[in-house]
């Protein structure tokens, strides 16, 4: 038996249960001591890591499996673009590198 556009079956041939596959991403998060998230939480760090790397929208829709452009450009809005990556950065190395100078740095 098939199921377009699903995973393999069970062993059985019946469809994979969302329960069970949670309940097997938690066991798995527990047993490797990483903090528990949702399975769509890492479906949408990998499109924002997709983003940050500069993927093209397709390829990271080809990745992420999306049916619509439309959806992968969702995640990819939310992620700041090189610009604003940048002043971050620069904004972080100040304060980091003038956080011992005191007041006096910053007039």
Known sequence: MRFPG????????????PRNINRAFDV?????????????DTRRTCGSL????????RIAMAILRHSRIALT????????????????RRLSDWLD?????????RR
Do not use: F, N, W
């Open 50 to 57: 997709l983003a940050a790397l500069d993927v093209h929208p």
């Open 73 to 88: 450009m969702e995640i990819y809005t939310q992620v700041p673009d090189k610009v604003t990556r940048d002043a971050l």
């Open 6 to 17: 699903r995973s393999k079956p069970t062993r059985t041939g019946r469809p994979i249960e």
């Open 28 to 40: 798995r998060c527990t047993r490797y001591g990483v903090r528990r998230i949702t399975l769509h």
């Open 97 to 105: 590198h003038d956080g011992d100078q005191g007041d006096e740095a």
